[in-house]
């Protein structure tokens, strides 16, 4: 049984920052990639962050330059830092975890609500 535990979200004013936490538990052996994705009202989820097991890192085009995932192996956590957040970062905040290079993620987490008041 895989475990993902989302945390950090919250409400902050445009400009502000916010560190998102996901640690991983269970079945977690040989995990190739975790990431964040988000769902904003009435929006489709989209990938938002990505990291590898190597360390390579890939982001969505609107939070270059603002976010920045890392991971820590030994704690199997993966963080997402949100710098210079807008109003429409506002979104539920999903953390994901694949045991593949590729392709959709195989597991996911309850959510956490990031809201960025303007």
């Known amino acids: 049984q895989v475990q993902l535990v989302e945390s950090g979200g919250g409400l902050v004013q445009a400009g502000g920052s916010l560190r998102l936490s996901c640690a991983a538990s269970?079945?977690?052996?040989?995990?190739?990639?975790m990431g964040w994705y988000r769902q904003a009202p009435g929006k489709q989820r989209e990938s938002v962050a990505t990291?590898?097991?190597?360390?390579?890192?890939s982001y969505t085009d609107s939070v270059k330059g603002r976010f920045t995932i890392s991971g820590d192996n030994a704690k199997n956590t993966v963080y997402l830092q949100m710098n210079s957040l807008k109003p429409e970062d506002t979104a539920v905040y999903y953390c994901?975890?694949?045991?593949?290079?590729?392709?959709?993620?195989?597991?996911w987490g309850q959510g956490t609500q990031v809201t960025v008041s303007s």
């Open positions: 269970g079945s977690i052996f040989n995990i190739r990639r």
């Open positions: 990291i590898t097991s190597g360390g390579r890192t």
């Open positions: 994901a975890i694949s045991w593949y290079g590729a392709g959709d993620f195989d597991f």
